[in-house]
T-cell receptor, first 109, second 115 residues
Framework: SQKIEQNSEALNIQEGKTATLTCNYT??????LQWYRQDPGRGPVFLLL?????KEKRKERLKVTFDTTLKQSLFHITASQPADSATYLC????????FGAGTTVTVRA | SAVISQKPSRDICQRGTSLTIQCQVD?????MFWYRQQPGQSLTLIAT?????????ESGFVIDKFPISRPNLTFSTLTVSNMSPEDSSIYLC????????????FGSGTRLTVV
């Protein structure tokens, strides 16, 4: 099954800046890749899905890219706000949904 | 999107006992998924629960330890049996929102502590 690797270190950024998170997978390119947000003590919340034939997807201040050559997805939070502070999970769908360990983002006011 | 009610939200249990976690979905779904999230780690799929058939377990998880019921298309339970401190985790249920379209919806999780 896929091995999913995300930024291992937490990301601390100033309000208003752009946070960029990385997700790398090891095997064949999945049909689609997903990003989730998880707050402490809560279940993950679905944010965006991008298909392998899509280069980029946007939703409000969020942007996701998918590079099948690099086997990588980038997740951007533009104009970040303290309310964006959370752990962000990348997930790949083989026959099951496999998650990365997540990157914790803290946005300072 | 689907709404999932999961309970209990948390529990502290004695080792050797069992805990049953319930998930109720507000719509009919074919498959329900059970995950475990150990402290500081990501989600690991335990099993897939299909209505009318045995659950499908992932490598490292067995039915005797994690029996699952799926009596209808809106409800499932996961039991953590003969618990040890290593079973202390968050357990989550999930459903898929349309194949390849809308991601997965998760319950709020059950935080289990075994003492």
């Amino acid at each position: 099954s896929q091995k999913i690797e995300q930024n291992s270190e937490a990301l601390n950024i100033q309000e208003g800046k752009t946070a960029t998170l990385t997700c790398n997978y090891t095997n064949y390119s999945p049909a689609y890749l997903q990003w989730y947000r998880q707050d402490p003590g809560r279940g993950p919340v679905f944010l965006l899905l991008i298909r392998e034939n899509e280069k980029e997807k946007r939703k409000e201040r969020l942007k996701v890219t998918f590079d099948t050559t690099l086997k990588q997805s980038l997740f951007h939070i533009t104009a970040s706000q303290p309310a964006d502070s959370a752990t962000y999970l990348c997930a790949v769908n083989d026959y099951k949904l496999s998650f990365g360990a997540g990157t914790t983002v803290t946005v300072r006011a | 999107s689907a709404v999932i009610s999961q309970k209990p939200s948390r529990d502290i249990c004695q080792r050797g006992t069992s805990l049953t976690i319930q998930c109720q979905v507000d719509s009919q779904v074919t498959m329900m998924f059970w995950y475990r999230q150990q402290p500081g780690q990501s989600l690991t799929l335990i099993a897939t629960a299909n209505q009318g058939s045995e659950a499908t377990y992932e490598s490292g998880f067995v039915i005797d330890k994690f029996p699952i019921s799926r009596p209808n298309l809106t409800f499932s339970t996961l039991t953590v049996s003969n618990m040890s401190p290593e079973d202390s985790s968050i357990y989550l249920c999930s459903v898929e929102e349309g194949i390849g379209a809308g991601g997965y919806t998760f319950g709020s999780g059950t935080r289990l502590t075994v003492v």
